[in-house]
């Protein structure tokens, strides 16, 4: 009997690999090209992806096999980035970023340079990881608008149908990718909680959670939404259904049809880079007239940046910092009139930033005894770090960013007795929040939504909500250097261990102008470092960053 098992058991792996094969051999690994599994997955141009689409979608199954069934995410977009580029990510069962082991998973299996390579990798990790192959696998993948997304997810397909007990998946289709990380999050969460694991689901909870945070304060005025020409135009229009006029939506760039388009002279990165207005929105004039404001998405809508013309005429920007200050002090007040304890503690609230955070924006927060965390870039950091607090504020300066309510904080928020009408108020505000704001991952769409909950709450326009503090000046520029891995950082990315004296000649640099700070760090997808240099007035800064760069010439010229 266990001789037959046995034989049977070898049969279906040999009928898996024959199966993989097969379909290996039609997507193999360019010569050459080493690919790396960075803070977005995959990205690069989209022509050279095919293969690692395919193996992406082996890991894919064998992830969810590996943990028992649950559903994984995969996204293939590439945000910002130019239309000709795509990529490709995982998301993990809670909605997160993939756990950093598994990176290296997809690495590797990436890189096999062919298909006996890839089949022997495969069988070495569903050993190693101790995979059983007779578990069920679960997938959820969407994609963004890039006219290569079809073609790439035909190569995803193949490695689903190449498992002969196939994988039970569903294709969100083109849609954002937060909504892809809130749908693996809902679908995996069997306590309900999460909310309904559909697109209307998200649009609904929202929707709800809006409503009950505005009260009789609407209806708002009209907000002008740059929707990068990229899916998010279509989240924008299907959310505008669900809330009617009460807060009234102005789309620009929302031509997701003309190739070239998505991301072109528009978007948050373009906003956030440029310091400007998008062309499209400067010439339409009507950000001119009092009192209103704009906002920029991403290509994929999980970035978000507002503006605003001071006098009509200058440009002001209201960043991921600017976000996290307005969020942070309004979370504040909601729990100081809440009056609540957990476990006889105040409720935790901190906010979590990168060393891209202008200073004063640190500062700010500070002073207003807000904790205040700095990790090294990358999404997955600032999530951990923010899941420290009872509540978590962490926001990129580029834009991305979100709240994260812990499920111990959200059981006293639905536990907890108030003793006030203001009390009960305010409960059921901070319940309403955690409800509006996606718990898994930045989302341009519900953090937009977020602040105009909290202009509504005070009354403000842009302008007042600029007022909080001003922005030092700053620069972020790219250095070209002959090998990027020599520059080797420590202490959060802000100081360089590597190499030897650099970092004692940036600070001597740093130490001869006021309100002066510098970093430099290497680059997860060029040969070059990023250089941020930020002064009290815009001439001292280009002096440090022209100082900075010359430093960097010198170390990493050939």
């Not at 977005?40 to 199954?61: D, E, K, S, Y």
């Not at 620009?252 to 906003?271: E, M, P, S, Y």
């Not at 005894?369 to 990129?396: M, S, W």
Request: negative net charge; hydrophobic residues 40%; proline residues 5%.
């Amino acid at each position: 009997m266990a001789t037959t098992e046995a034989s049977e058991h070898a049969h279906k792996y040999a009928t898996l690999l024959d199966s993989l094969q097969d379909a290996a051999n039609l997507y193999p690994k360019p010569e050459g090209l080493k690919y790396s599994y960075g803070t977005a997955g995959f990205r690069t141009l989209a022509n050279l992806l095919p293969p690692v689409m395919f193996r992406v979608g082996l890991l894919a199954i064998l992830r969810s096999k590996r943990l028992a069934g649950a559903t994984i995410g995969v996204m293939v977009t590439a945000s910002h980035n130019p239309e000709q580029d795509n990529g490709v990510k995982l998301v993990d069962p809670s909605g997160e970023m993939l756990e950093p082991l598994w990176e290296l998973h997809a690495t590797t299996l990436a890189n096999c340079p062919s298909t006996a390579s890839l089949l022997s990798t495969f069988m070495t990790l569903v050993s190693h990881l101790r995979v059983d192959l007779d578990q069920p696998a679960n997938i959820v993948y969407a994609r963004d608008t890039r006219p290569s997304s079809p073609g790439l997810v035909e190569a995803l397909e193949a490695a689903f149908r190449a498992f002969s007990d196939g994988a039970k998946v569903v294709d969100l289709g083109i849609t954002t990718t937060p909504i892809l990380h809130y749908v693996v999050k809902a679908t995996n969460d069997k306590s309900g909680e999460s909310g309904i694991p559909t697109q209307e689901g998200y649009m609904k909870r929202m929707a709800k959670a809006f409503k009950t945070l505005i009260g009789n304060r609407g209806p708002l005025a009209p907000l002008h939404v740059d929707c990068a020409n990229g899916v998010g135009a279509f989240a924008l229009e299907e959310f505008s259904k669900h809330i009617g006029d009460l807060l009234p939506f102005r789309p620009i760039n929302t031509d997701v049809k003309t190739r070239g388009a998505l991301n072109f002279q528009c978007g948050a990165d373009f906003v956030k880079t440029k310091q400007a207005l998008p062309p499209s929105v400067a010439q339409s004039g009507v950000l001119s007239k009092p009192d209103t404001r704009g906002c920029s998405f991403d290509g994929d809508a999980d970035r978000l940046v507002y503006y605003y013309l001071r006098d009509g005429k200058t440009f002001r920007l209201l960043d991921g910092d600017k976000i996290a200050g307005l969020v942070a002090m309004y979370i504040k007040d909601l729990v100081g009139r809440a009056r609540m304890h957990e476990n006889n503690e105040p409720l935790k609230i901190g906010v979590v930033q990168t060393a891209y955070a202008n200073g004063s924006s640190t500062k700010y927060l500070k002073s207003r005894n807000i904790p205040v965390r700095c990790v090294p870039t990358g999404v997955k950091h600032l999530h951990h770090a923010a899941q420290l607090f009872d509540i978590g504020v962490y926001f990129e300066a580029n834009g991305h960013g979100t709240v994260l309510f812990s499920p111990s904080c959200l059981t006293t928020l639905r536990e907890f007795q108030p003793d006030s009408p203001e009390s009960a108020n305010a409960i059921k505000q901070l319940i309403a929040l955690s409800e509006l704001i996606n718990q898994a991952v930045g989302d341009a769409l519900s953090d937009m939504l977020l602040v105009e909950v909290v202009l509504a709450y005070r009354g403000w326009g842009a302008e007042e909500w600029d007022a909080g503090y001003e922005d030092l000046p700053n620069r972020l520029v790219k250095v070209e250097v002959h090998d990027r891995s020599q520059f080797v950082t420590i202490d959060a990315e802000r100081k360089l261990q590597y190499p030897t004296g650099l970092q004692d000649h940036i600070d001597d640099a740093v130490n001869k102008f006021e309100l002066g700070r510098s970093f430099v760090r290497p680059s997860g997808t060029e040969d070059c470092v990023r250089l941020y240099a930020e002064a009290k007035s815009t001439a001292d800064v280009e002096s440090l960053t022209t100082m900075v760069t010359d430093l960097l010439t010198y170390y990493g010229g050939p």
